[in-house]
């Protein structure tokens, strides 16, 4: 008797007097967007995520974006289909109103029961009997008929058997959350056991009948009856909600959703929503204008949606159920909510482009004036002081009044914004570049004082808010930017603003619409380019443009909630920006519109407000926080190449011929379909994105792919990737062998090819070889019979200079001398190489004759290499006597001291083109001035002309070889800063010099 106590004491009862309405975030399907019949009997969600319906005209499968429709055409017995359920291998079964039950398997319909003792199988309902774990039984039943038992044996062959019910009349048959079955009938609940019914005795349940049973969250179940929904457990009540709505009040289908909301209907009159924890009635088929339609099932999928099936209006998904919203068709008296505000007592003041709504209870009022008029003007904004209201409005008076109305006090004056200091200053803003200053709301406004905030004129600026922080600073936000100020007075009480503007900043530079502080000493500033958050600890300013790949230009409105999270009011949605990381919502998530004017945070409630241009909406920021929706997953949903469709996705090889290859793929998201991103990645290429749900590939190479794909939400996270693998084969064509066989034809033909062109090249080279050969010697000819005219040129200065120096004796014999050089200079001129032995002798005769004319003025020594034979040796003619004439006449002679040149010969390993040849390295080495010095005494660019025909020759008699500087000149105090004279070394890598073989 205690325990019968202690439960009854638990038991509580609500009678609904009061109905409010509002509007819920939904989608509305019907046959016109391809669901079968706008006749809906049953919904069931598949283990996969898909939705199906059974409808009067066949079955539809949904997706989020299309349906896919089964008829008889594809196998069903009928198109009345009234019942679905899904088998533990995800097979669904089909129940046709008289014709028995199809299965959908393997993508195959096929008929699965359709008579039982001879007689067609009539079904209302399908349901499954899960009390032998083993063992799939299903009950198809018809209401008030017999129940009949249809079990499968491990070899598929079907056994039936019929339980007559009678005189019991069956409602339906539900099953409780720890699978026991339980029987509504007309005369109350029965077990369902062993195949036989039980009447269940429930103290305070009266023998009424039960139309539906829906199960908790707590391990009790809810029933709908006749007028009352009862809440029961362990075989007692536990609540009960009085239900009386001025219709029959027979309560025909019921649900308990995951936040512990009851959702029922009433027989052909829409269908209601009870609150966790209230005590109201939310009236939500009426504003889907079904309140005089049966409303016959309800379904919550995995994301935590409502779908409503109805009779002939299609079926509705109600979603992101944080939200709720209210417009015209409510009471509101304008959609285009620009100002919020909320009264002590919980009223809402609305402010709007037809003035100024109060929401209590879900029940509109507007405001009236003095004369009982309704407010008409353009609300720009309402401020709370101590629970009077400060609305800023387009008043066509010039003045300021104060309204009293239903124990709310409002001051109404022409303007945009408005803001009472804490020293108890009025400031008003307009449409122009001021402030209006006054010490009393009702001053007389000609007396106020008026202060400029850009510049000092009376030009047209918006001021848009004015805000007073912690720290007593005035922020004040126009249309041509923000204007920090410090307020100070001077003796006579008079306002002035010291003031501090952001020209660089693109931001405050522009538009400013709203300014709030948060909890953390941040000021928040919202406007047309973006959002800025300013921190006055430390005065630092950041800029937020753009967070993600989310545009926060054409922001309206912010506010912070208790998370210290910003919300911002923007012209395309909704944002909230938590660190570093945004969301972004807007019509696609639930919001009546994209278009958001203003925001207010009810921090009692936990509660933001949400003005638009379609009404006022409410997001229950606790409901939003736990609203976790399941992580998407991409389902691959069918395969095609060329004209072939694959249903099995493993070890995908497709022929040489399918090179266009088509995939098909989802990823549910029924509460914001349309926001799914997709992102695929083929083999190692980057991600590429995509909003369709087909990717096609078209004159795909051979080879092997590996395809990713994966999904994103509008505030979700990249899903984990679906990957499919495929094979092209290559056409023989395109085969190792077949290229292996091209390569030793094309090579054959290529060796033919080759040889032939040798062989003609070869001829053309050899001839090309003797013409280059003789065009050289020929050149080279010439240019040694130049060498004789500069020579004889130089020794004809050597005899004028000892003829004009009277030395007579001396020129007859420097004239002997010379012409026995000169002999030999005829001798060897056609030659192009000569015995280094003969150049010795030549070199002799000639530093003779310079001895002979400078007195004995320098010495020289010649030295050759004792692995070098001068008579076995030949080298480039007259190649070394302009160098040795250079070291005496430019530097020797000028020297003022005795000369010494030294000439020698040797051999050295010298790098050319990557290898080491043997060179002749020919060095003459004087110690006159040096060639800087020598240089300062020369023209401007000269170059001796004995020199650059050396080069020449050089250059002509190795065309083909990279020689690394041949010549090289080097002043020898670069090497010793006591030592002076020019050091110059010729190489001659082979062919620049011979080796003549004796024989």
């Known amino acids: 008797m205690l325990k019968k106590n202690i439960i009854f004491a638990v038991f509580f009862l609500f009678c609904f007097s009061n109905i409010h309405s509002q509007t819920p975030s939904y989608y509305h399907y019907t046959s016109s967007d391809g669901l079968a019949s706008s006749t809906v009997y049953d919904i069931i969600q598949d283990k996969d995520g898909f939705m199906w319906f059974a409808t009067a005209n066949g079955i539809s499968k949904f997706d989020g974006n299309h349906f896919a429709t ?64 083993n063992e799939q039984k299903i009950i198809a039943y018809n209401g008030w008929g017999d129940i009949n038992l249809i079990s499968e044996t491990a070899s598929g062959k079907l056994s039936t058997k019929i339980i007559k019910a009678f005189p019991v009349y069956i409602n339906k048959l539900e099953k409780l959350a720890n699978s026991d079955l339980m029987a509504l009938t007309t005369t109350g609940l029965y077990d369902f056991k ?43 009540i536990i609540g009960t909600y009085k239900i009386d709505l001025a219709s029959n009040n027979e309560v025909t289908a019921i649900l308990s959703d995951k936040n512990n909301n009851i959702w029922f209907s009433n027989r052909n009159s829409g269908f209601y929503m009870i609150p966790n924890g209230s005590n109201k009635i939310i009236d939500i088929g009426s504003k889907l204008d079904l309140q005089n339609t049966l409303v016959n099932k309800y379904f919550e999928d995995k994301e935590g949606n409502i779908w409503i099936s109805t009779f002939g209006k299609g079926v509705y998904c109600i979603n992101n159920l944080y939200l709720k919203s209210y417009n015209e068709n409510d009471g509101l008296h304008n959609n285009n909510v620009y100002a919020i505000a909320k009264v002590s007592s919980g009223k809402l003041l609305l402010g709007t482009f037809n003035g100024v709504s109060i929401l209590e209870n879900g029940k509109f009022d507007q405001i009236k004036n003095k004369n009982d008029k309704t407010l008409s003007e353009y609300i720009y904004n309402i401020k709370n002081l101590n629970n009077e209201f400060y609305v800023c409005g387009s008043v066509v008076k010039n003045d300021t009044s104060t309204i009293s109305y ?110 709030i502080q948060d909890n953390d000493h941040n000021i928040w500033v919202a406007g047309e380019k973006g959002i800025v958050r300013y921190n006055l600890k430390n005065n630092s300013i950041t800029d937020y443009e753009n967070i993600g790949d989310q545009d926060l230009s054409s922001s309206t409105s912010v506010v912070s909630d208790k998370k210290n999270r910003i919300w911002v009011g923007n012209m395309k949605g909704l944002y909230l920006v938590d660190g570093n990381t945004i969301k972004y919502f807007n019509k696609q998530t639930g919001l009546p519109s994209d278009e958001v004017y203003s925001l207010f945070y009810d921090e009692e409630k936990n509660q933001l407000v949400i003005g638009s241009s379609a009404g006022i909406t409410f997001l229950d920021i606790d409901l939003f926080d736990k609203d976790i929706s399941p992580k998407l997953q991409v389902k691959i949903m069918g395969v095609k190449a060329g004209d072939s469709v694959y249903t099995n996705y493993n070890h995908l090889v497709f022929g040489p011929e399918q090179r266009n290859v088509s995939i098909n793929f989802k990823a549910l998201n029924f509460s914001s379909s349309g926001s799914v991103r997709y992102q695929y990645r083929l083999d190692d290429s980057k991600w590429k994105e995509t909003h369709d749900d087909v990717l096609n590939f078209l004159s795909l190479k051979n080879g092997k792919y590996n395809l990713l794909i994966r999904a994103k939400s509008q505030n979700g996270n990249w899903s984990n990737p679906a990957q499919i693998s495929f094979e092209v084969k290559p056409r023989f064509t395109e085969t190792v062998w077949f290229k292996f066989l091209m390569l030793l034809i094309v090579a054959l033909v290529s060796s033919l090819m080759v040889a032939w062109q040798a062989r003609i090249q070869q001829r053309k080279t050899r001839k090309k070889l003797k013409l280059n050969q003789r065009i050289n010697d020929l050149k080279h000819q010439a240019l040694s019979a130049m060498m004789n005219p500069h020579f004889i040129f130089n020794s004809l200065n050597s005899v004028q200079y000892l003829i004009n120096s009277n030395r007579n004796e001396e020129a007859n014999d420097y004239i002997a001398m010379m012409a026995k050089l000169i002999r030999k200079n005829l001798e060897t001129a056609g030659s192009g190489f000569i015995l280094l032995s003969e150049e010795v002798n030549r070199l002799k005769l000639y530093l003779n004759l310079e001895k002979l004319r400078f007195q004995e003025r320098f010495s020289y020594e010649i030295i ?23 070291a005496l006449w430019h530097g020797i002679i000028n020297s003022g001291v005795k000369g010494m040149v030294s000439i020698s010969f040797s051999f050295e390993n010298v790098e050319i083109d990557a290898e080491i040849c043997k060179s002749l390295m020919i060095k003459v080495t004087d110690n006159g001035i040096g060639i800087i010095e020598a240089r300062k005494h020369k023209k401007a660019n000269h170059i001796s002309k004995g020199i650059e025909i050396i080069e020449e020759r050089l250059r002509l008699l190795s065309e083909k070889m990279e020689l690394p500087q041949p010549i090289m000149i080097d002043d020898l105090s670069n090497q010793n800063n006591n030592t002076h004279g020019t050091e110059v070394i010729i190489s001659l890598p082979p062919p620049l010099y011979q080796i003549i073989q004796k024989g």
Not at 111 to 127: A, E, P, T
Not at 410 to 427: Q, R, T, V
Not at 496 to 504: A, D
Not at 874 to 881: A, D, G, K, V, Y
Request: hydrophobic share 35%; with cysteine.
């Open 70 to 133: 089964f008829r008889t055409k594809d196998g069903l017995n009928s198109n009345s289909i009234i019942s679905l359920l899904e088998g533990r291998k995800g097979e669904l079964y089909i129940g046709n109103f008289e014709k028995g039950i199809n299965v959908l398997k393997n993508g195959k319909i096929e008929n699965y029961c359709s008579v039982i003792d001879g007689k067609s199988l009539v079904i209302s309902y399908l349901i499954f009997d899960t009390s032998k774990k």
């Open 194 to 236: 062993v195949e036989s019914l039980s009447k269940l005795n429930i103290k305070g349940l009266p023998e009424t009948s039960v139309f539906c049973l829906a199960n908790g969250n707590d391990g009790s179940y809810y029933i709908g009856t006749k007028g009352t929904i009862y809440q029961l457990k362990n075989k007692a």
């Open 406 to 515: 239903k124990d709310i006090k409002l001051h109404l004056f022409d303007g945009l914004s408005f803001c009472k200091l804490s020293n108890g200053l009025y400031l008003f803003g307009g449409r122009t570049n001021y402030i209006r200053v006054q010490n009393k709301f009702n001053d007389d406004q000609n007396q106020a004082s008026q202060v400029f905030v850009f510049g000092e004129d009376r030009s047209a600026n918006r001021i848009n808010q004015i805000f007073e922080d912690s720290e007593k600073t005035l922020w004040i936000g126009t249309g041509h930017g923000l204007c920090k100020a410090s307020v100070l007075l001077d003796k006579t009480g008079k306002l002035t603003l010291k003031k501090t503007f952001f020209k660089s900043n693109s931001i405050l530079n522009s538009k400013i619409n709203a300014i």
């Open 864 to 886: 050759i290499g004792n692995d070098i034979d001068s008579n076995a040796i030949m080298i480039p003619n007259m190649i070394l006597q302009p160098f040795v004439e250079n």
